[in-house]
């Protein structure tokens, strides 16, 4: 079985990969991606995933792990592997807003789109991701809204072994929810 922990961008992957592995489940990550300010715990980061198109068998390395996917990814899945998807799901105006940050903060060139174009195409590609994981009833997903994780980090937690019927540590997972990272609000 293959445990992947996916979502939009900022969308609290991050946090998620923090909790399984405080938690106790073994995880697939190189740490080439260092902590930052964007996020200061770390992101949990196999780089060799993004080869995932042209070599959809490099997945096979996360065998009996939990391995991060952005969602754009999810697609490149081979069928022949066992999957659990955890898919973490956030507003997208703050995903929009978070994102803005970071490329702003590292100082780099944001997409010359209208926010509204880009909030379309976003929510356009999250259909598509929805339709992908209603059309693969083979494989089990948790949605787990980013709000109610921060709300309910001992529930969030319980429901998440539950759906991966292990025993985990369930008080090391909920202590790993910070609210004050939490930066990007919409009502």
């Given at each position: 079985?293959?445990?992947?922990?996916?979502?939009?961008?900022?969308?609290?992957t991050?946090?998620?990969?923090?909790?399984?592995?405080?938690?106790?489940?073994?995880?697939?990550?190189?740490?080439?991606?260092?902590?930052?300010?964007?996020?200061?715990?770390?992101?949990?980061?196999?780089?060799?995933?993004?080869?995932?198109?042209?070599?959809?068998?490099?997945?096979?390395?996360?065998?009996?792990?939990?391995?991060k996917?952005?969602?754009?990814?999810?697609f490149?899945?081979?069928?022949?592997?066992?999957?659990?998807?955890?898919?973490?799901e956030?507003?997208?105006?703050?995903?929009?807003?978070?994102?803005?940050?970071?490329?702003?903060?590292?100082?780099?060139?944001?997409?010359?789109?209208?926010?509204?174009?880009?909030?379309?195409?976003?929510?356009?590609?999250?259909?598509?991701?929805?339709?992908?994981?209603?059309?693969?009833?083979?494989?089990?997903?948790?949605?787990i809204?980013?709000?109610?994780?921060?709300?309910?980090?001992?529930?969030?937690?319980?429901?998440?072994?539950?759906?991966?019927?292990?025993?985990?540590?369930?008080?090391?997972?909920?202590?790993?929810?910070d609210?004050?990272?939490?930066?990007?609000?919409?009502?």
């Amino acid at each position: 079985m293959i445990t992947i922990v996916s979502g939009m961008p900022r969308s609290g992957t991050s946090l998620m990969m923090q909790m399984l592995a405080a938690g106790g489940l073994p995880f697939l990550s190189d740490g080439e991606r260092r902590a930052d300010e964007d996020n200061p715990r770390g992101y949990y980061e196999w780089e060799r995933i993004k080869t995932l198109p042209r070599d959809p068998e490099c997945i096979a390395e996360a065998e009996g792990k939990v391995v991060k996917v952005i969602s754009q990814l999810l697609f490149a899945l081979p069928r022949r592997h066992d999957y659990q998807i955890i898919f973490m799901e956030r507003p997208l105006a703050e995903v929009m807003a978070s994102q803005a940050e970071m490329i702003q903060r590292r100082g780099t060139a944001a997409p010359a789109l209208p926010q509204s174009a880009l909030q379309a195409g976003l929510q356009m590609h999250l259909n598509q991701v929805q339709a992908w994981m209603k059309a693969s009833p083979h494989i089990p997903v948790q949605r787990i809204a980013y709000r109610e994780l921060l709300a309910d980090p001992p529930g969030t937690a319980q429901r998440l072994a539950d759906f991966l019927h292990c025993p985990l540590d369930t008080a090391a997972m909920a202590a790993q929810v910070d609210n004050a990272l939490y930066r990007h609000r919409t009502p």
